[in-house]
């Protein structure tokens, strides 16, 4: 009997409906729960805390007018004035702004507003009083006073204005007076209009009135985001296109800042200490510093195409990216986990049964010999991992494409070719990671084999390999994030490999991980097949001498 069919056999033999179904349960709650988990983790929760009510404004106004009722009047009238204004924009803006968590621009430049106002009126007061002896005597009489007393914020900010700029000169307070003017005029017909590009604008205008007034150089990432996003008149900081400029900017950052550390810097405790000695510190830093240069490529590419992209962004102040289907669909190369659970559970007898029920003796009568016997239950196994994780992913397919949409899944994967961006076909990308990625699961269903065909106890065979399969789960926080060094040892071992996208994709716990250990990206493939091939050639020598006595 040729390999084949005994392959065809072993797959016959353990086929059900009922196994199916519980397959096809476990799978759809495992993808669902990776998508969950995936949007709770990666997307951005806002926390409305700037702002206070609207009805909480209106007090702090009344409670100012008590407390300086006996005030002079041109004290009175900057504060007044900057509580009129501000309260005209608390009304104009819709009153659930605070609860609504799309709308944070609005209240961030709602905020700025409140902040601007009373030094905008600070300064009025002082072009309109300037130099004046009346009012020098206030701010010298009641300095300790307003800064201690527990008055609003806006009063402090009035009143702290009054003495930062009282010595400045006419043409400094026209100046400043006529630059702030126009920038809150820009922030309230932003709120007015909804018109998100015109508080970029803003941002951009205070970038420029700073480089001049303290003559600082902007950088070149920051100039391209605020042209970008000007030049294009976005509406929606949450558009994709408005998170690739600012993604952009924030990798040019931490690209520029990363810089690798010296022995003395590291002495000094200027660099991180989690690691063993400087040499990883260093290799750490390094390896960072290129992944962040592809992905700065990556998300340029993006920016300039007017694409999304999936890629996972690393560094220590990424913004937080987008989620698209594809983000969603990449979790389906997690499944090499449940896989192994779902096979130490259907396989772990697939050789010991044979011997409980007696089954070994009818094949042995065939002129078949045992290794045939063997390696068909093994290719059946790998055969098996695979075609259980192309039924998960089809099924991670339909949860993503109802929840997230499937327009995403037909358009280009963009990757990394010989420091160039390219755009390939993202279902062809997808199946070429499950490959890669099911090459250590593969090896441990070898373990699983070669535990079963040796200690023909399938119990056993299922206990081991739920335990290591958990166990590999683990390793790499165990190592990187709570520092237990003791276990780098398992870096030179096939067992951290078996969720193997958590490698391919440059996880940042696995970084870390690898620099402790100082092993390579591949190693978990190479090491995997070693023990692979080593424990099927001592399981065939074994079995082969074996005495079959049941």
């Not at 209240?107 to 004046?132: D, M």
């Not at 007015?192 to 990432?221: G, M, P, R, T």
């Not at 590419?301 to 698209?324: F, V």
């Not at 991980?513 to 493939?525: D, E, H, K, M």
Request: charged share 25%; glycine share 4%.
């Amino acid at each position: 009997m040729k390999i084949v069919q005994l392959v065809q056999c072993e797959f016959i033999k353990n086929f059900s409906l009922k196994r199916l179904i519980i397959t096809v349960l476990v799978l759809t709650l495992c993808c669902f729960g990776l998508i969950k988990f995936e949007e709770f983790y990666k997307g951005s929760y806002y926390d409305s805390s700037l702002l206070v009510s609207e009805k909480e404004f209106e007090k702090q106004y009344e409670k100012v007018k008590k407390e300086y009722a006996d005030v002079d009047n041109v004290i009175k009238k900057g504060i007044f004035s900057s509580y009129e204004e501000i309260l005209s924009n608390y009304q104009y803006i819709n009153r659930d702004l605070l609860e609504n968590e799309k709308n944070d621009w609005q209240e961030t430049a709602l905020y700025t507003i409140k902040n601007y106002v009373p030094k905008r009126e600070a300064l009025f007061t002082l072009k309109e009083n300037y130099q004046s002896s009346t009012l020098k005597e206030y701010l010298e009489t009641h300095e300790k006073y307003d800064k201690s007393y527990d008055s609003s914020v806006l009063t402090q900010v009035y009143i702290s204005n009054l003495n930062r700029f009282f010595d400045s000169s006419l043409e400094e307070l026209e100046k400043e007076f006529t630059f702030l003017n126009s920038q809150i005029s820009l922030l309230e017909e932003a709120l007015q209009k909804d018109l998100y590009y015109l508080v970029i604008q803003f941002s951009y205008n205070q970038a420029l009135f700073n480089a001049e007034k303290y003559d600082v150089e902007i950088s070149k990432s920051e100039i391209e985001f605020y042209q970008y996003v000007i030049q294009n008149k976005f509406l929606d900081p949450d558009d994709y296109r408005v998170i690739n400029a600012s993604e952009y900017q924030s990798l040019w950052y931490s690209e520029e800042e990363r810089s690798i550390p010296t022995l003395k810097e590291y002495k000094q405790g200027l660099v991180n200490l989690t690691f063993n000695g400087y040499e990883a510190s260093k290799r750490y830093n390094l390896i960072m510093r290129e992944e962040e240069t592809k992905q700065k490529l990556i998300v340029k590419y993006a920016m300039n195409h007017e694409i999304k992209h999936d890629a996972y962004l690393k560094g220590d102040d990424i913004t937080p990216t987008y989620l698209t289907s594809k983000n969603f669909m990449n979790l389906g190369l997690h499944l090499g986990l449940v896989i192994m659970f779902l096979s130490a559970i259907y396989h772990a007898g697939i050789v010991a049964k044979e011997h409980d029920k007696g089954t070994i003796k009818l094949l042995l009568t065939k002129p078949i010999k045992r290794e045939k016997i063997l390696l068909s239950k093994m290719i059946y196994l790998i055969l098996d991992t695979y075609l259980l994780w192309l039924l998960g992913s089809f099924i991670m397919f339909l949860i993503v494409g109802f929840y997230s949409g499937f327009g995403d899944l037909f358009t280009a994967k963009l990757i990394i070719s010989h420091k160039e961006v390219i755009e390939v076909n993202y279902w062809l990308w997808y199946l070429k990671e499950l490959l890669i990625c099911g090459i250590p699961i593969c090896c441990f269903q070898v373990v699983l084999f070669s535990l079963s065909a040796l200690t023909l106890n399938t119990s056993f065979t299922a206990s081991i390999i739920s335990i290591l399969t958990v166990f590999s789960f683990m390793i790499w926080a165990l190592i990187s994030q709570f520092g237990l060094t003791f276990l780098d040892f398992l870096s030179y071992t096939p067992i951290p490999y078996l969720d193997y996208w958590f490698v391919r994709y440059n996880s940042r716990i696995y970084l870390e991980a690898v620099v402790r250990s100082n092993v390579f990206t591949g190693y978990g493939l190479v090491i995997g097949i070693v023990v692979a091939v080593l424990l099927m050639t001592i399981t065939l020598f074994v079995y082969k001498k074996r005495d079959i006595k049941n």
